[in-house]
């Protein structure tokens, strides 16, 4: 059983930079596969990074691209991931989720795929 707690959010305005992390305990994290969703009101959860258990390959949905980076210190059973050039649109609640394989470059989209998540944690971008 793995648990998983976020922390970084916070209200910032638009241009600005936060960067979340995402505490994991309870299992060996270098076995599992990492993602970041977020969730607006209203709207369905969506991914917006993952990263493999080597740390090695990492994936970005379109909007974030060039501007948000998805990194892993397995030392440290953490995962992070680094926002730049906020926007509104960006405002949501953030959640890490872990998914364990067996395979150390793989990364997952779905969030059907992820079997461990965090309580979340708020970004709120002004304009």
């Known amino acids: 059983q793995v648990q998983l707690v976020e922390s970084g959010g916070g209200l910032v305005q638009t241009g600005g930079s936060l960067r979340l992390s995402c505490a994991a305990s309870?299992?060996?994290?270098?076995?599992?596969?990492m993602g970041w969703f977020r969730q607006a009101p209203g709207k369905e959860r969506e991914l917006v990074a993952a990263i493999s258990r080597s740390g090695d390959y990492a994936y970005y949905t379109d909007s974030v691209k060039g501007r948000f980076s998805i990194s892993r210190d397995n030392a440290k059973n953490t995962v992070y991931l680094q926002m730049d050039s906020l926007k509104p649109e960006d405002t949501a609640s953030y959640y890490c989720?872990?998914?364990?394989?067996?395979?150390?470059?793989?990364?997952?989209?779905?969030?059907?795929?992820?079997?461990?998540w965090g309580q979340g944690t708020q970004v709120t971008v002004s304009s």
């Open positions: 989720a872990a998914r364990e394989t067996a395979f150390s470059n793989k990364y997952f989209y779905q969030k059907d795929e992820y079997r461990y």
């Open positions: 309870g299992g060996t994290f270098s076995r599992y596969a």
